[in-house]
């Protein structure tokens, strides 16, 4: 839905880009807000396709662009619904994002600074296409943000200024924002080249000389450490720092897997940032989820409105007729409990397929089963919004086919209920397309 005003032709169209809103927050009360300034063109708050919810932005469309940026000077961070919305203007042209001129990277903020004390802090330096502090689900701060400038000049200069400064008693990191393809390169290139290593599971009686006297067979080390609890007893790990890339290698390849008594399994590697641990384990875990749904693509069934009574061994005497089963399992709460759905495995795409076809509306116990192929959570909604926009375009096609029979040209709408004089105000009207998606940094 949007609000429409009449057009001028006379003015471009000048859009804004309104972010960090309420959920609740709808186009009347955008309307209202932003009419204040200037004659509105067009808003549109961007909702799910699916369940409508509002996705947290829109897009404010006014006639004249004085007006959009009047509304950009004075109504930045204003608070609607108890949130401050965060204003910017339209970027219709991505690569202006997504090159990364002009962005920079700020962290260890104080978790007391917000969107406009950083506005504040960086708009000297130069006009800011976008400003935000990453926050939690709770809208507090996580302690780093991004800004865009205009220019790349006023985001060197902010480096330049800004970088290792106290902010809020805090000393903080400014540098130029690095996307996540290159991050990701720059930790491939590390993984090649390094000189600390991590060592974990050795005796928990070697001491710092000892674990030394293991590595500098390899080279030089520059430091080495075993890391201790609070009454000095080794926690049975610690780290080792090489002078050259080559003997930290070395190194690794020597001593990792070996054994160093009392059953354990020496593990040596690069040594690794919590967060580009994380990352690395969350790839990791993403591909194997995509190898294991690969693998189970066309053989496991979704089986739903299942009787309370159906346990596993009921579920698999059910639809073992159908072909051979690798496992079959009925989903239970907390308590043990039924949820009433439960999932069956076969060894066969053709089995599956079968099984579909002779159990789907089958009445087992009291219920008619659903059965269907299981599905990934993305193809699910995906396929949702597929059939959600099928029926939006038969519905238009519909009410066109209706205008029509009744005389009037099909894809046009009746004149808008009269307005009363004294009373001037928005009106609904047909939605109109609002502007490409434009996603801050």
């Known amino acids: 839905m949007s609000i429409g005003a009449q057009t001028g032709p006379n003015y471009p169209l000048a859009s804004l880009y309104v972010g960090d809103l309420h959920n609740d927050v709808t186009e009347a009360m955008l309307f209202e807000k932003f009419s204040q300034v200037g004659q509105v063109s067009s808003i549109r708050v961007c909702r799910d396709m699916i369940t ?121 990191f400014v540098g130029k924002f690095i996307s996540k393809k290159e991050r990701l390169k720059q930790m491939g290139e590390t993984t090649r080249k390094f000189t600390n290593i991590y060592v974990k599971n050795f005796s928990k009686d070697m001491d710092d000389k000892a674990f030394k006297d293991m590595f500098e067979q390899f080279g030089k080390v520059v430091s080495c450490v075993v890391m201790r609890d609070e009454g000095l007893e080794s926690r049975g790990f610690g780290f080792v720092s090489f002078e050259r890339p080559e003997e930290a290698e070395v190194a690794v390849n020597q001593l990792h897997g070996s054994d160093t008594g009392g059953g354990r399994i020496m593990y040596c590697g690069r040594a690794q940032k919590k967060a580009e641990r994380n990352a690395e384990l969350r790839e990791r875990f993403e591909r194997i989820k995509a190898e294991r749904s690969n693998k189970f693509q066309g053989v496991n069934l979704y089986v739903k409105n299942l009787d309370d009574v159906i346990d596993d061994e009921a579920l698999l005497g059910h639809f073992v007729p159908h072909g051979k089963i690798t496992s079959a399992k009925v989903m239970v709460d907390e308590t043990g409990a039924s949820k009433g759905f439960g999932f069956v495995c076969f060894v066969s795409p053709e089995e599956a397929t079968k099984a579909v076809t002779e159990m789907n509306g089958k009445l087992v116990g009291n219920k008619p089963l659903y059965v269907a192929l299981a599905q990934r959570k993305e193809d699910r909604k995906a396929q949702l919004a597929s059939q959600y926009m099928h029926r939006m375009a038969a519905m238009r096609m519909a009410q066109s086919g209706a205008q029509g029979a009744a005389g009037m040209p099909a894809g046009m709408y009746g004149p808008a209920p009269p307005q009363p004089a004294a009373q001037p105000g928005p009106y609904f009207s047909v939605p109109q397309m609002a502007p490409p998606i434009s996603t801050p940094p």
């Open 52 to 172: 409508r919810r509002s996705l947290g932005y829109a897009y404010v469309n006014f006639q004249n662009p004085d007006d959009a940026e009047r509304a950009l000077d004075t109504m930045n961070y204003d608070t609607i619904k108890g949130r401050p919305m965060r204003i910017m203007w339209s970027q219709r042209d991505p690569s202006l994002r997504k090159s990364g001129v002009g962005n920079i990277f700020i962290k260890n903020l104080d978790r007391s600074i917000d969107n406009k004390a950083m506005y504040d802090t960086f708009s000297a330096f130069g006009n800011i296409l976008s400003c935000k502090v990453v926050t939690d689900e709770a809208g507090n701060s996580k302690g780093y943000g991004f800004v865009h400038f205009e220019t790349e000049e006023a985001a060197n200069q902010a480096i330049i200024k800004v970088n290792g400064m106290l902010l809020n008693d805090k000393k903080v």
